[in-house]
Nanobody, 126 residues
Framework: QVRVVESGGGLVQAGGSLRLSCAPSEGTLENAAVGWFRQARQGPRQEREF??????????FYENSVKGRFAISRDYAKNMVFLQLNNLNPEDTAIYYC?????????????????WGPGTQVTVSS
């Protein structure tokens, strides 16, 4: 498991956009599948849940509620993975985390990971 650090969160109004970044604190993401997850501090999404993932070859996967609004991408030269958040709504408010593993199947579930980075807070006001 590659240790990663998230950045790019902030406060936006409903309908706004943010771009989150995921970078390794050491090592490389080049051959890793990378997933984005989120955890709300209140409300129905207080368990860490899967949001999106990208395999080493660029194949993308999304949770149904974010399809068409979020876009995951990777930049091999920069050794980073991004999550573009568009058309945000208050229900998207959460701490967003990324994590990496050699297997795309492994990153499909937050429960597979024992170690997490600090995350980045996304807050959407109505």
């Amino acid at each position: 498991q590659v240790r990663v650090v998230e950045s790019g969160g902030g406060l936006v109004q409903a309908g706004g956009s943010l771009r989150l970044s995921c970078a390794p604190s050491e090592g490389t993401l080049e051959n890793a599948a990378v997933g984005w997850f989120r955890q709300a501090r209140q409300g129905p999404r207080q368990e860490r849940e899967f949001v999106a993932a990208i395999d080493w070859n660029g194949e993308q996967f999304y949770e149904n509620s974010v399809k068409g609004r979020f876009a995951i991408s990777r930049d091999y030269a920069k050794n980073m993975v991004f999550l573009q958040l568009n058309n945000l709504n208050p229900e998207d408010t959460a701490i967003y985390y990324c994590n990496a593993h050699r297997s795309i199947a492994w990153v499909a579930s937050a429960s597979n990971f024992e170690t997490w980075g600090p995350g980045t807070q996304v807050t959407v006001s109505s």
